[in-house]
């Protein structure tokens, strides 16, 4: 049986990387040039798509859940090796 994956989109894994590197809603979404109940809306939204809470909302600063904590996580390793890769392919240089 084939399983489909929920599709988010990079401005989804920014808006999440956002509010983490923020602490706060009303400051990503200041960084992000849009209102905290619009982000909020979005954040609910993925979160519905993924199936998980990402986000315990309940406490201040934010604190992320575990399932949070895991796709951060493994979105930090995704960008290290992105970032990794553009180095490596600079040193290749013209062919």
Known sequence: M??????????????IMTIV???NFTRAA??????????????S??????GVRLIDRDRRP????AEGDFLI??????????????MDVSEVGPQ
Not at 62 to 65: D, F, H, N, Q, S
Request: no cysteine.
């Open 2 to 15: 084939t399983r489909i994956l929920p599709s988010i989109s990079f401005d989804d894994v920014r808006l």
């Open 21 to 23: 590197e923020q602490q």
């Open 30 to 43: 200041n960084i992000l040039n849009m209102t905290q109940p619009a982000l909020s809306k979005r954040v």
């Open 45 to 50: 939204a993925l979160e519905h798509v993924l």
């Open 62 to 65: 934010i604190v992320l859940t």
């Open 73 to 86: 996580q493994r979105w930090i390793k995704i960008f290290e090796d992105i970032q990794g890769s553009i």
